[in-house]
């Protein structure tokens, strides 16, 4: 069974960085899409990035975020990142990592069948 364990969340000024994590236990990382969401309250879940799993090539779905956010990825530690930097206040939400069931990367979060249960980030001074 496909499980995601999303980590690293927390509270960060204005300006400064974070590193999520996304450990994915129970299959292989080259057979599935991992993709990073984000939902702030009271907004629709947003669709950060995705990187795909056979070649792990990244598409890159939010322009709040580009420039800023990287995802990248470790086949042999079974873990996807996103790397978030000049961090803004509007960016606080809940970060939410989760595989599609094939290889390839799609913008919509239904396309996304295996979720975690979510880390908090708050950006405030």
């Known amino acids: 069974q496909l499980q995601l364990v999303e980590s690293g969340g927390g509270l960060v000024q204005p300006g400064g960085s974070l590193r999520l994590s996304c450990e994915v236990s129970?299959?292989?990382?080259?057979?599935?899409?991992i993709g990073w969401f984000r939902q702030a309250p009271g907004k629709e879940r947003e669709t950060i990035s995705c990187?795909?799993?056979?070649?792990?090539?990244?598409?890159d779905y939010a322009d709040s975020v580009k420039g800023r956010f990287t995802v990248s990825k470790v086949n042999a530690k079974k873990t996807v990142y996103l790397q978030m930097n000049s961090l803004k206040p509007e960016d606080a939400a809940t970060y939410y990592c989760?595989?599609?069931?094939?290889?390839?990367?799609?913008?919509?979060?239904?396309?996304?069948?295996?979720w975690g249960q979510g880390t908090q980030v708050t950006v405030s001074t």
């Open positions: 990187i795909a799993g056979n070649g792990g090539s990244i598409s």
């Open positions: 129970g299959v292989d990382l080259n057979n599935h899409a």
């Open positions: 989760a595989a599609r069931g094939s290889w390839g990367c799609r913008r919509a979060y239904n396309e996304y069948v295996f």
